[in-house]
């Protein structure tokens, strides 16, 4: 168009050669169109320069074509943790696969989950993905909203993705155990969330198929920050010195640990073997590179994507779950 008038969509459809209806079928993404109709329709929309009326749009689909991704923590652990960057970058692409619109909302606490239920609407979204949800926290489901959970929830009839926390943190044990160490210790997550009890068990579980005792004194309390990382290892080798490895529930806190080591005069992994989990690029860049359980970031996105996508097309679908393996990353800490 070259008169600074916005194409119409009945244009697109006598560009095409096909009704009104069957081209509205195509720019709506209906499956009930013949191939050479779709490319028909799509070459004249290329061509016009077509942009669907998104007001129109929603008033007849009753949806918005956005969806919400709640992370229930701070803006300051969300833009200082790998594992937040790299799973909102695998969600906004897979969200602008689905040509949806992404809406990002931090809410660390009860205040601003209920500031935010006023926009939680079917006015405003078509569903919610919510990431880190802690135990204290709930979040408003008055709306009815389609809901996928990025980690897994309190409630056990509700659609998650996660990773296998539990399966990955013994998979990091045996391998400390492996390499011949006895006295391992554990700087945790935290535990009102259910990635931290997770992987706590399985580095019970590990200790446990090695005939090793679990010792309340191997154990540090941690939040997954890099200061619980500093302050856990500095417990742990006052209470004991003898440890010879170190399980860090994610990787921040693994560094963490690694710089106190290193100023306690430490080798790792000479005297201490170190693992973390999450496989994060800052694990491998340290020295000594760090190992740890590899989680599946990108794949976590998609897999939340998608199966919010099932629950906004197919709500009264039976809900879903899906958790995800993870690997250890062998670095040259252990």
Do not use: W
Not at 52 to 75: C, Y
Not at 127 to 140: E, K, N, Q, R
Not at 144 to 169: E, H, K, Q, W
Request: with cysteine.
């Amino acid at each position: 168009m070259t008169d600074g008038r916005q194409p119409t969509l009945e244009e697109v459809a006598r560009l095409a050669g096909v009704g009104r209806g069957t081209a509205s079928r195509v720019v709506n993404g209906s499956e009930h169109v013949s191939p050479h109709t779709r490319e028909a329709v799509e070459h004249a929309v290329r061509e016009l320069g077509y942009v669907p009326n998104q007001a129109a749009r929603s008033l007849k689909t009753r949806r918005t074509d956005t969806v919400s991704l709640v992370i229930a923590e701070d803006e300051e652990r969300v833009f200082a943790e790998p594992f937040f960057a790299g799973l909102v970058r695998g969600i906004s692409r897979a969200v602008d696969a689905t040509s949806r619109r992404l809406v990002l909302s931090m809410v660390p606490d009860e205040s601003h989950l209920e500031r935010l239920g006023q926009f939680l609407t079917p006015q405003h979204v078509d569903g919610v993905m919510v990431v880190s949800l802690h135990d204290a926290l709930s979040l408003p489901q008055g709306a009815g909203l389609p809901i996928v959970y990025v980690g897994r929830p309190r409630d056990p009839l509700a659609c998650f993705v996660d990773v296998d926390n539990r399966g990955g943190a013994r998979r990091a044990v045996d391998h400390i155990v492996e390499r011949g160490r006895r006295t391992i210790a554990c700087i945790t997550g935290p535990q009102d969330m259910a990635s931290g009890r997770d992987r706590l068990d399985g580095y019970r579980d590990a200790l446990e198929a090695a005939g090793l005792p679990y010792d309340e004194d191997l154990v540090e309390p941690g939040d997954f920050s890099d200061a619980s990382g500093v302050s856990g290892a500095a417990a742990l080798l006052e209470r004991r010195p003898d440890l010879d490895a170190v399980f860090a529930a994610n990787d921040v806190m693994a560094l963490g640990a690694l710089r106190e080591l290193s100023r306690q005069g430490l080798d790792v992994p000479g005297d201490v073997a170190l693992v973390g989990f999450d496989g994060s690029a800052a694990a491998a860049a340290s020295t000594p590179a760090l190992t740890t359980v590899r989680q599946p970031l990108g794949d976590l996105g998609a897999t939340a994507v998608d199966l919010l996508a099932r629950r906004i097309e197919h709500p009264d679908d039976e809900r879903t779950s899906v958790i995800l393996p993870a690997e250890l990353q062998l670095g040259e800490s252990s």
